[in-house]
């Protein structure tokens, strides 16, 4: 397994979430996980020929719909688990290329998933990016450090699809966690809301259990 490298900055707080994720992947707990893909991406995405970066993609089949429209799709994601399970489960070869994360490529798509630790991860410039579950996955002292790294490695004038939550969360804590309007502007002030979702009967158990009544999933379009 590919260890993540913790850094300074945050350390005290990547390091036990990093750890829960590869136990999560471990033992099959993996709510977030869409095995028929997100349906708002496949409404709302308007571009091929792309270079797509997703990050903390985990074996998404989102990756799968992304190339089909004539994109390059690189993923991101901690679990090497999760990442030989996407190629394993859809009958995929691949080649691995090691370095600061392992680059598994597939050699029959145009698509790459680096297994590691995402603050780690470096490339040229994405001109597309989608985001369904890794900026909601975050807690608030995380997701500034993680929308600045993910800016870093986008063109000035990239695409984007950003998927979030909007519940009242005085009733319940995520994750996934609520990020609100004003906040997820400050980071990419470009995005503007495309359209909102009644995603309530998807919504965690512990969500429900509750008395958590709606839970929208908003899609966010630059």
């Known amino acids: 397994m590919v260890a993540p490298l913790i850094h300074l900055i945050s350390a005290p707080y990547i390091y036990p979430m990093t750890e829960n994720w590869i136990e999560r992947w471990k033992i099959g707990t993996t709510g977030w996980h869409e095995p028929d893909g997100n349906q708002n991406l496949k409404t709302h995405w308007q571009w091929s020929e792309k270079r797509v970066l997703v990050p903390l993609c985990g074996k998404t089949p989102d990756l799968l719909w992304l190339e089909s429209q004539g ?11 999760a990442v030989e399970s996407f190629f394993e489960e859809n009958g995929l070869e691949y080649e691995v290329e090691e370095g600061v994360l392992t680059r598994y490529r597939c050699t029959t798509l145009n698509l790459t998933i680096c297994c590691g630790d995402f603050f780690d991860f470096r490339d040229e410039p994405f001109d597309a990016h989608f985001d369904r579950g890794a900026l909601i996955a975050l807690t608030a002292d995380l997701r500034e450090t993680y929308a600045k790294h993910a800016s870093s490695l986008l063109a000035d004038d990239a695409r984007q699809l950003i998927l979030t939550v909007d519940y009242d969360d005085s009733v319940c804590q995520g994750p996934p966690f609520f990020v609100s309007p004003g906040e997820l502007l400050s980071y990419w002030p470009g995005v503007r809301e495309r359209a909102r979702v009644d995603d309530t009967a998807n919504a965690p158990p512990k969500f429900l259990a509750a008395g958590l009544e709606r839970l929208d999933e908003v899609v966010w379009v630059r």
């Open 71 to 81: 994109n390059e799709v690189v993923g991101v994601e901690v679990s090497e688990l």
